[in-house]
């Protein structure tokens, strides 16, 4: 309440001018919300499209831990590939000796 209002402060305030702070008051209130009217659809706004990143990363980014069994998955295939062809270029070194042997007897 201000000094023209109410002209002493120790007197308690009159109905009339209850109704004015009312009054005051409500139009602070509507002005504040059309002030936050632009913020709000913003943040409506921004809250939708980072939902549909959200959804968009569940759908397409793997886990840690589906990322670390798929790297476990291609570290045991390519051991398995070491071994497989450790096991191959000995079966062609014997080959390559059983043929040197079977050239050698035919020349």
């Known amino acids: 309440m201000t000094d023209k209002m109410h002209s002493n402060a ?22 504040m919300r059309e002030m936050f009217r632009p913020i709000q659809i913003s943040l409506a706004h921004h809250t939708a499209e980072l939902a549909d990143i959200r959804g968009y990363l569940k759908d397409k980014m793997v886990t840690r831990e589906e990322f670390h069994s798929r790297m476990d998955g291609f570290a045991g295939r390519a051991d398995d590939f070491d071994y497989s062809a450790a096991k191959n270029r000995a079966r062609l070194d014997e080959h390559e000796k059983r043929i040197s042997a079977l050239e050698t007897k035919h020349a």
């Open 10 to 31: 120790n007197e308690p305030a009159t109905k009339g001018e209850l109704g004015l702070l009312r009054n005051e008051l409500g139009s602070f209130h509507a002005e």
